[in-house]
């Protein structure tokens, strides 16, 4: 037997903006949310420009206390999370806890955290370290936080599989609320990829751009 499953609440957090209808306004008229990057000195790399998500506040949606212990990829997680459900209008204080489920998407995780403690561990010492690293930049994190803001205690798991994350955690959620009906899941899917780390692997494309142009065939092994 084959169960249809229902999407009851939408979010995004992206450089087109926050809300549903605005961003997809923006994506409709053709709007980019390609712009230089601000968020450091990128002046010595090849590459300066990105969909970088600027003037974003979480404290609509996260307790001040709580946005200092959330790397900036888990505010975007929790943030996008809150909003969907306050658009769904699910209240989980209803029902088994157990039988509601967190699944999440994430690239790589808290890298501006990795960043910020690698550094710290060269200048200033390990003792300088902030406990906080690990939980901050693990991939779960996101799924984590998000359960224990709404004490859900039913599967909650995290991918990593690099651009296809979201997708693949969206296809595993389906899939569970598939086979058990009983089951509510909240999905997320999202990165912060904008700093040093991020950026310094990426290598402008020298040719000029054609929207037409494919790739070039792969080349045998000699």
């Known amino acids: 037997m084959t169960r249809r499953v ?9 450089a087109l ?6 961003f997809w306004d923006k994506l409709c008229a053709g709007k980019s ?16 420009f990105g969909g970088e998500i600027k ?10 206390r709580e946005v200092k212990r959330l790397d ?12 969907a459900i306050r658009q769904a209008g699910i209240d989980f204080s209803q029902g088994d806890a157990f039988r509601y489920g967190v699944i999440t998407g994430s690239g790589i995780g808290g890298l501006n955290e990795i960043e910020e403690q690698h550094c710290t561990l060269f200048d200033r010492g390990p003792n300088r370290v902030s406990p906080f690293m ?9 799924s984590g936080n998000i359960s224990v803001m709404f004490g859900l205690r039913g599967p909650n798991c995290a991918i990593a599989t690099a651009c296809a994350s979201g997708s693949n955690a969206i296809g595993d959620a389906f899939k569970l609320i ?4 009983r089951r509510r899941y909240r999905h997320r899917g999202k990165r912060s990829g904008h700093h040093p780390h991020g950026l310094v692997g990426l290598r ?19």
Do not use: W
């Open 6 to 14: 229902v999407v009851t609440g939408i979010s995004v957090v992206t």
């Open 17 to 22: 903006g926050f809300e549903t209808s605005e």
């Open 33 to 48: 949310g390609v712009s230089p990057l601000e968020r450091f000195d990128c002046s010595e790399f090849k590459v300066r």
């Open 55 to 64: 003037d974003f506040d979480p404290s609509d949606c996260v307790p001040a």
């Open 72 to 83: 900036r990829f888990c505010q975007f997680a929790v943030y996008g999370a809150v909003k």
């Open 134 to 142: 690990i939980p901050k930049l693990m991939v779960n994190a996101a």
């Open 178 to 181: 598939q086979h058990d009906p």
């Open 204 to 222: 402008p494309d020298e040719r000029p751009f054609h929207p037409q142009r494919r790739p070039a065939a792969r080349q045998p092994a000699v």
